[in-house]
């Protein structure tokens, strides 16, 4: 809403319109009083009202919403004093204060007040508008002759200008009618989906520009619009920079007075920790692929596509990786997909990964460990052994107790430290079977290399064809035995699982 505050002084510039700046013509409005020059014709008896304003004035640029102040001086329109032997008769003043707008021939007035002190008129929206201030003063003058009265009049005199002035103040309102960028535009100040631009990160080799455009179409006042969310350019205000090279979503706002536009700008940023991907189907029976997405990476609004074989689906929402139980202990389920997520708003706003994915088979193969420890009363050597189930476990031992000569040196070795070695175990249970150790590792296999029953064979083989001394630390020993049966018969810890 704008307000034009009439009061009992005409405020104009100091200096000619035309070799004033906006800048000056805005903040130097109220510098110049409208002098109204009352004359008397002594011969006529009539008085004159003259103007001595400048030559016509360039349009004054304000922005909407702020106030146009028009004034005339305290006591401009009283009538001069008369000779002693004259006086005035009837005297009646007529104002009126107005404001036009529209194209010539076609203005629209709006009476704002009848009274010389001036009115409020509210203007509910940017344009071009014309105040104006008419008036006009009735009146006689009388004398006496010879004891006689006598009058003259009534005179009627209306308020004109001087030559070259004028008594009217036209001026511009001028509010923001649209931000754009891109290929979007906004004319609202609370945008949606349609007033925003969405973009990659670095769109534009880093920057794209945001351009308000005035309402009425022409200049704007000195230093508008003002803008918020991005930083004017310093070669043109209606013009502001914004940086692509920071992702989020970016509201940039311009204000001229109380007239405001907003624009979005959504900088899309996709992004993976990891593009070349590798998982084991058989502890993720589904893959969570919005789980690789970078930190600052857009989360929503995405939409998920995944393409390989064998058969897996994505929900294209969440991202969420299924595979059919059908493959799972067979080769033809291990397969390499190419998962892409793809912005809503923009297609060009995409990246893509790729997840290989490999089948392994957990068996019943238990890696047992209990570390050094030199405090220990029985083992301070500590003991790995390997545990195939409850009454099935192998380990290395030493065939005799042993000094520390011996540990360096070796001695013979002997499965699971069975008779004749003192330690308790037999054929098929090393002494530790039942301890409960201080690590355990489970260990799976390649599900398409083979079956279970092939590899718990394979483990009572490799045992029991295992031969030679025992020492520590370097030789054969309890470590060398369970490492050796892990890379012999190709087992997998669980650590090492993709």
């Not at 009115?119 to 006689?148: A, H």
């Not at 008779?419 to 249970?429: D, I, L, M, N, S």
Request: aromatic share 10%; with cysteine; glycine share 8%.
């Amino acid at each position: 809403m704008k307000k034009l505050i009439l009061t009992d002084a005409f405020r104009m510039m100091p200096f000619g319109w035309k070799e004033a700046t906006m800048n000056e013509q805005r903040h130097s409005l109220v510098g110049f009083l409208l002098v109204l020059v009352v004359l008397v014709s002594t011969t006529t008896k009539a008085v004159t009202f003259t103007s001595t304003l400048p030559p016509e004035p360039a349009e004054l640029i304000l922005p909407f919403g702020e106030t146009v102040t028009m004034t005339l001086p305290s006591g401009i329109l009283n009538l001069p004093e008369l000779p002693n032997n004259e006086y005035y008769g009837d005297i009646s003043y007529e104002y009126h204060w107005s404001v036009s707008s529209g194209p010539s021939g076609n203005e629209r007035t709006a009476v704002i007040s009848s009274s010389a002190s001036g009115g409020t008129e509210v203007i509910s929206s940017p344009g071009s508008y014309t105040l104006v201030f008419t008036g006009k003063v009735t009146y006689t003058i009388c004398w006496q002759e010879d004891g006689i009265e006598h009058s003259n009049g009534p005179y009627e005199v209306a308020l004109t200008a001087s030559p070259g002035g004028r008594l009217s103040l036209p001026f511009r309102l001028v509010g923001v009618t649209s931000l754009s960028c891109e290929n979007v535009t906004s004319s609202t100040a609370t945008p949606g989906n349609n007033e925003m631009l969405v973009i990659p990160v670095g769109y534009n080799n880093g920057s794209v520009t945001i351009t308000a455009t005035p309402t009425p179409s022409g200049y704007w006042p000195a230093g508008k619009p003002v803008w918020s969310g991005a930083i004017a350019s310093q070669l043109d205000f209606a013009k502001a920079p914004l940086s692509t090279s920071i992702p989020g979503l970016h509201t940039v706002s311009a204000t001229c007075g109380t007239s405001s536009k907003t624009i979005n700008v959504n900088i899309i940023k996709i992004a993976f920790t990891d593009n070349d991907k590798s998982i084991n189907w058989e502890t993720n029976g589904t893959f969570d692929a919005s789980s690789l997405l970078t930190s600052d990476s857009t989360k929503n609004n995405l939409t998920w596509t995944i393409i390989g074989s064998p058969t897996a689906v994505i929900g294209t929402n969440s991202g969420i990786v299924s595979f059919s139980n059908i493959y799972k202990y067979n080769l033809e389920h291990e397969g390499t997909y190419t998962i892409t997520a793809t912005h809503n708003m923009n297609s060009s706003c995409s990246a893509s990964f790729t997840l290989k994915v490999v089948a392994y088979l957990k068996v019943p193969v238990i890696l047992k460990r209990k570390e050094i420890s030199l405090k220990s009363e029985d083992d301070k050597y500590g003991h790995w052994w390997v545990v195939l189930n409850e009454s099935e476990s192998y380990g290395w031992w030493p065939d005799r107790y042993v000094d520390i000569l011996d540990t360096l040196t070796s001695v013979p070795g002997i499965l699971n430290g069975q008779p004749p070695a003192p330690f308790g175990g037999t054929e098929t249970t090393d002494p530790h079977h039942s301890d409960t150790a201080d690590v355990s590792i489970q260990t799976y296999i390649r599900s398409h290399d083979r079956t279970i029953a092939e590899v718990i064979t394979a483990v009572r083989n490799f045992a029991n064809n295992y031969s030679g001394t025992w020492s520590w630390p370097f030789g054969q020993n309890c470590h060398s035995f369970q490492n050796s049966m892990v890379n012999s018969i190709s087992l997998i810890k669980e650590d090492d699982l993709p």
